[in-house]
């Protein structure tokens, strides 16, 4: 589809706003979702005048990881392109990733005589795993020639990078995780499962000697377990297929990590929605696209916090006015995928969206909830749509056929 | 899906009338459709005891043109079958195209010292540019036992058909326009791009040799651009397909073409709706698929005549009772694609549809209208499912294993 679509792009002058209200969609509690629950009367009155509908990033039933959410709103086939939990961690902790690295996510964990006695080194504190984590940084930078990234994480986790000199073959990160995910037992021996990763293998055993050797008096973080080795997905980017100029507005490394993938312009931000929306102003006549991201949303749902995900909703709601007031040709508002606060966690919900657009039917929902949205004229559909239809909408898309 | 449909066809009497009306689905003015303006009893009767729903022709946000959005209709893969240029253009004006053809769309030019500097040679009247083609058919019949077929057309366009005395590879039309799309350069030249078209563009640079040599002296119309090379994809028929013997009822060229390409009987016919009911009326006993073709509803579109559209759209109304009195076993009243006036032209909206039969639900709308539609039975779904959905309800498909 996105072959198709690249044939049919038309390059003008418009505007599309896509935001990302990160876990958007939620689950009744005494009856009613965190949306229901929500004062948010600019959100209703949008979603009144807008095309409404409900996506889905993977398939019914798939609760989709923030990759394939993500992906999946850019328009990109979430089973063709998977990201690899190595880059993803990498991308979290802000690294810049290149066709020439391997990335790969490690937990520091406790073995004595040769078997695992605790798979995360007892949740160790954050302040000093990264004392640990830059003392290993400090040892080791190089192996054979290949570079040694070390990126400090949450508690136990963190990530590494091997970085060689030339671009890696396809393949060249398919070497099973060390973490047997059980305790009691050995780490894994260091296996590749592909010709073109026997290299890469071959480093991350000297590698791990090496780390174990600076560690192995540590009480607790005395070794490494490794898992997810992966490399950079080669995605086109949306210059190149849908002809845009695109900036992403996202506080968190992640996001905007996954937003490179695509060929986004993604500057470090931090602080809250005011921060963003004064970049989004600032950058708004030099870009066509814009990924607005925002993530407190998700971050209450994941909690279980109910009351907290309607707040943060309330507030993107009194921010809406001056998004409304840059006037952009195409608006989408809309999550990744539903984070239920019952559930703590991303979930298989469709996910609520409103598209606005002077070429909309309207006048189908009252309000922007879920069970509203289940009225909407663009129904329940793939997420992967959602990016044709915002170019379709701008005047992007020229006629298919004659 | 076609195969899975193909074995599960069984064969009855009953009729199936698929009426489309061009361009049927809109967009809201002042807070009101084409079809929401409409004053139409009939459709809106028929709607409240149909199952409904809205039909997508190619895929969300892609606008189609004609040839995909009546293939859909029919029930072929759209990105499968691609319909040409050429041979669009050909249909249009009415040539019989064989699988030994190439069709070319063609545009008079003015060229001086071999540059263009009218890709449009003025926009040259019709009776004007009909006697220069007229001229050319008369003085080339034939290139190197090729037979060369004129079609006038309309101001500075028409079609020429290469026709070979034997059926042609595929590939064959795999020729490079030679029109660069921009005046002030020279035509680009007859370039072949698979080895099977070589052969056919040595006849075509002859072709153009032989057309400047004749019209060189004419004051703009004194050369030609070639576009959409193309040759007729090999269509599996209705009958073969769906076991169904078809008529097509439309007034112009191109609809008749592309019900041709599928195996549809379709005689030439002139008129307005009248004549196209008396056609229906006739045949009736004869056939058991009947696709009913409606044109001017979406001409009033394309010209954004919100009113004419309206008007048409109640010329039909009044007409219905008629082809209700023939009590079709499934009847169908859709559109190929949305045509809303405020666009001026086809668009991606899916399309409103009513499917009557003693087999659905009904009474989940109220009237024929876009938004009413998204409340129907049959949901938002590809166009290509209608006619499978329409077999079943004439009880023309037999049960999907045991």
């Not at 599309?16 to 209703?44: M, N, Q, S, W, Y």
């Not at 929902?365 to 879920?370: M, N, S």
């Amino acid at each position: 589809m996105q072959k198709l679509i690249k044939d049919l792009i038309q390059k003008n002058n418009t505007k599309i706003l896509l935001v990302v209200l990160d876990g958007l969609g939620g689950l009744p509690v005494k009856g009613k979702t965190e949306l229901d629950a929500a004062r948010k009367p600019h959100l209703d009155a949008l979603a009144a005048m807008s095309a409404c509908g409900l996506h889905i990033p993977v398939a019914m039933g798939i609760t989709p990881g923030s990759g394939p959410g993500h992906l999946s709103l850019f328009g990109y086939d979430t089973i063709e392109w998977q990201i690899g939990r190595g880059v993803l961690e990498a991308l979290g902790l802000g690294i810049e990733l290149k066709n020439t690295d391997v990335a790969i996510r490690v937990n520091y964990a406790t073995i004595r005589d040769g078997i695992i006695k605790d798979r995360r080194a007892g949740r160790i504190p954050t302040d000093k795993s990264r004392v640990i984590t830059e003392g290993l940084q400090e040892k080791i930078q190089k192996i054979d020639e290949v570079e040694i990234i070390f990126a400090s994480g949450m508690e136990h986790r963190f990530a590494i990078i091997l970085r060689f000199s030339e671009p890696l073959p396809s393949g060249s990160a398919s070497i099973k995780d060390t973490d047997p995910q059980i305790e009691g037992k050995p780490p894994l021996s260091v296996t590749a499962e592909t010709p073109q990763a026997e290299r890469v293998a071959k480093i991350v055993e000297k590698l791990i000697a090496g780390i174990t050797e600076v560690i192995r008096n540590e009480p607790r973080a005395n070794s490494v377990l490794l898992r997810g080795f992966s490399q950079v997905p080669d995605m086109p980017h949306f210059k190149e297929v849908y002809g845009l100029s695109t900036l992403c507005i996202a506080v968190y490394p992640m996001y905007r990590g996954l937003a490179k993938l695509v060929g986004m312009y993604a500057p470090s931000l931090t602080g809250n929605l005011k921060e963003e929306l004064a970049v989004l102003k600032e950058n708004y006549h030099d870009y066509d696209f814009f990924f607005f991201h925002v993530k407190k949303i998700d971050s209450y749902g994941e909690d279980g916090n109910f009351d907290g995900k309607v707040t943060k909703i309330e507030e993107f709601d009194n921010a809406l006015p001056e998004i409304l007031g840059l006037n952009p040709d195409v608006l989408i508002i809309t999550g990744d995928h539903s984070t239920p606060s019952v559930l703590k966690s991303h979930s298989w919900h469709p996910v609520p969206v409103l598209l606005k657009s002077p070429y909309v039917l309207g006048k189908t929902c009252k309000r922007f909830t879920e069970r509203e949205c289940t009225k909407g004229e663009l129904g329940i559909f793939p997420t992967i749509n959602l990016m044709p239809l915002a170019l379709a909408n701008a005047g992007r898309l020229k006629k298919f056929g004659a």
